[in-house]
């Protein structure tokens, strides 16, 4: 349960993430990712500290989570804004494509060096190394051009009159929503299982310690990061809609073959299907959703998209005691095939504008 608690709280700040696009809106976004750099670097440094006084507990662990997972959420909002307001509307799929290869890459390594690292030297000298990182980060955002995303003047509104505006903006656009649908579902249904509960299955399923955590970890990150090569490329002309719609069934159909596999080796392959077919699926879902909105909405669009991130959070909760009374495989086997036949259905509903070649939706990127 303080598994599933922890990972819920990493994403709890899906919930304020249209206020951070309201904020770059009108402010910028450059200014949002100093911000949340300097915020980072000095959690590390906190928990750094801690971990030489030895002053760890899990109560502890949580809050330094929750105030992570309060800012984590909006900083694909950040990125993803500056991305479509630096690059042509042509270029977008494969700007999206080498900004998720950083994250991808530095994830997989991240999984690999990480669990290894604290093994073998302890949490202290690790994370010396990652406070170190981030101050690296914070140093490289301030070197950030935001010439191309300068704020436009603003009328004098309150927040929460600009996102009224953007709700009702968003909710008169089948496409927005259509993608906002698929978005929740992957993250109800699908992310779970690589995210908050692949320590269970390392330590349950596998029998395996850190390092296979780890590597399991890296499996995923890998096929994403694959995926983005692949996107970043420009070379394969994708209609970006049912690009997201195929690879999000593939994605739910390797998650039920995932499920139900007590091979480790076995799983890390599917792991790296799973990871593949997750970034064929996200990247064109963010370029649907950028191409589709107006310049001055798109912080507070791509914000609102970040409410589908609270699809994981209750995912996660409700796999803890799903999993206590029914196990890990049936639990998984059930979130994967509802996920798989809503999205099914949610695409039949929405045929005209996700699934038709000559929707705007499904224009060549």
């Not at 992570?68 to 494969?94: C, E, K």
């Not at 010396?128 to 490289?140: A, D, G, K, Q, R």
């Amino acid at each position: 349960m303080l598994l599933v608690v922890f990972g819920a709280l990493q994403f709890f700040g899906a919930l304020v993430s249209p206020l951070f696009g309201v904020v770059g809106d009108r402010f910028g976004y450059r200014r949002m990712l100093w911000i949340t750099r300097a915020i980072y670097a000095s959690l590390a440094a906190t928990l750094l500290i801690l971990s030489l006084l030895n002053a760890i507990n899990p109560f502890i662990v949580l809050v330094i989570a929750g105030i992570v997972g309060l800012i984590r959420p909006s900083d694909m909002v950040l990125r993803y804004a500056l991305v479509a307001q630096t690059q042509p509307s042509h270029q977008l799929m494969g700007a999206l494509g080498i900004s998720r290869v950083t994250s991808d890459s530095a994830r997989m390594a991240g999984a690999l060096a990480g669990a290894g690292a604290v093994s073998a030297f302890g949490m202290s000298t690790a994370y010396i190394v990652v406070t170190c990182l981030y101050v690296c980060s914070f140093l490289m955002a301030i070197k950030v051009d935001d010439n191309h995303s300068a704020p436009a003047k603003k009328e004098a509104v309150t927040p929460i009159h600009d996102l009224l505006v953007a709700f009702r903006y968003m909710s008169h656009n089948p496409v927005l929503l259509g993608s906002m649908g698929v978005a929740f579902l992957v993250n109800l249904l699908a992310f779970p299982l690589f995210l908050g509960l692949l320590p269970y299955v390392a330590k349950n399923i596998y029998l395996t310690d850190q390092t296979g955590l780890g590597l399991l970890g890296a499996s995923f990150a890998f096929g994403g990061l694959l995926a983005s090569l692949v996107l970043s490329s420009n070379r394969f002309k994708l209609r970006a809609s049912q690009t997201m719609i195929i690879s999000a069934v593939v994605w739910f159909v390797l998650d039920i073959c995932f499920a139900n596999t007590n091979h480790m080796h076995l799983g890390m392959v599917l792991l790296i299907g799973a990871g593949f077919a997750q970034s064929l699926c996200l990247t064109p879902l963010a370029a649907v959703m950028l191409r589709g909105t107006e310049q001055a909405y798109r912080g507070r669009v791509m914000g609102m998209r970040m409410l589908a991130i609270w699809g994981l959070p209750l995912g996660l909760l409700m796999s803890g005691p799903l999993i206590n009374n029914f196990g890990f495989h049936i639990t998984a086997s059930a979130y994967s095939l509802i996920g798989l036949v809503l999205t099914v259905a949610m695409t039949y509903y929405w045929r005209v504008y996700l699934w038709k070649s000559s929707s705007a939706a499904n224009s060549y990127m």
